[in-house]
């Protein structure tokens, strides 16, 4: 793992990283506390189509994770920021691109698991990570490519995923996938998503397997997700991971 | 007002109450923090049907919104509780005796609102509740009775309700009230209803006439709310009357 940068503000410090795999390389964020020593409960942040791992609220929502004490990573999905010569400028040429990847690439599924699950091993390295439980954090490509993360790596032992639904080039590897999650879940929804209707949403968070599952219904479109849920949704994961009980009685 | 008991354990104090409207007897709990002072919102907990003003939940509530400093009151529901010459011993009677009001009698509902005006009247007269901002908590019959109150009452701020659609004898009435609403709403709902199906309790969701509104849907049925989604529900009107940030971020 190179470490291309290593800034610490307002008590959270953020390291860039570049991370090899197979030949490729995984572009990556960790934040943590700053000045932390000892192991901590690592969240892995999966971005939306079009964004990448340092856009606006991937980053609010690492450096919340950090401040509350755990490690949070986010890595650039596939075709998407620092994987791509444009670095992730135009974000609807990511979309677009990775819209194609989705449609006719059976492996991006398998390859963005293993990226996450090689993340994962490498950052537990970290005296300041260490090995423990993870979470994760992604909603819309984060659900698309994070659900089957979730299905398949055991230190997983709690979620917050939706904005997506039983629909989509993977909709059987999802919905399949969707009945092996034992974890609890957080599942946000939005009424009037107009990418993925409520109604294929509903049926998603239906086939979960697992019985500790809340969906979280909001009026409005796809990314009108009132901030007091995505706050929420973070604290849903820190009241998991780090065993406390908190207002939320998560 | 008749102040009938008058008990502090555990930090909080709670009054047994008769009131009268007009000929008949409103009977009450009151719950707000021991030894008190000082005006405070209060919060109005409608049971659902077949229980009454002191069962285990409505009254764990109550206590739980006085140990955070609120006041609390719930009160027996038409046909319910210690309105009847049973003292509501056999839920199944209140049940089917609730019912048949709800089919047959077109005063109920509009009853139910007149008595929990009057008795936020007579409260607010107190020196530890006061005048001010009103929650409402009250799910199946709770909402029932308790859509058309907030519908109504202008003092009430915010409310908890769900675990009801967009069905029954009074729908046209519910469906109505519902747009009217403008407060923000937690609305519950169970993914395996077995009294009012999802498809009716989402509709009764949409019509709410609110922006500021949330589904939070869990497995499981009509009565099988989970402890850290009910206790959540609670902390949420704790949050907007207080006016502070939870964890909950609500």
């Known amino acids: 793992m190179d470490i291309l940068d290593d800034v610490s503000a307002e008590g959270v410090r953020t390291r860039r990283f570049d991370l090899a795999r197979e030949g490729s390389i995984i ?34 929502m690492g450096r919340h994770l950090a401040q509350a004490g755990l490690a949070a990573v986010a890595i650039d999905g596939p075709v998407h920021g620092d994987r791509r010569a444009d670095g992730g400028s135009d974000p609807y040429l990511s979309f677009l691109e990775f819209s194609a990847a989705w449609a006719n690439d059976p492996t991006v599924t398998d390859a963005t698991v293993a990226d996450w699950q090689h993340c994962f091993d490498a950052l537990q390295q970290l005296d300041d990570v260490g090995p423990g439980p993870i979470g994760y954090w992604g909603v819309s490509m984060g659900t698309i490519l994070g659900l089957p993360l979730v299905a398949a790596e055991p230190r997983i032992s709690v979620a917050v995923l939706g904005l997506f639904g039983s629909v989509g080039p993977t909709a059987d590897r999802i919905c399949s996938d969707a009945a092996k999650v034992s974890c609890p879940i957080r599942f946000l929804a939005q009424l009037d998503d107009e990418l993925f209707a409520f109604d294929h949403v509903l049926d998603l968070f239906r086939l979960l397997g697992t019985e500790e599952k809340s969906l979280h219904l909001n009026p409005g479109r796809h990314s009108a997700v009132p901030s007091a849920e995505f706050f929420d949704s973070g604290n849903f994961l820190v009241a998991h991971l780090l065993g406390t009980t908190t207002a939320a009685g998560a």
């Open 27 to 60: 572009p990556g964020l960790l934040w943590t506390p700053a000045h932390a020593t000892g192991g901590r409960p690592l969240v892995g942040i999966g971005h939306g189509a079009s964004g990448h791992k340092a856009e606006s609220y991937v980053s609010t």
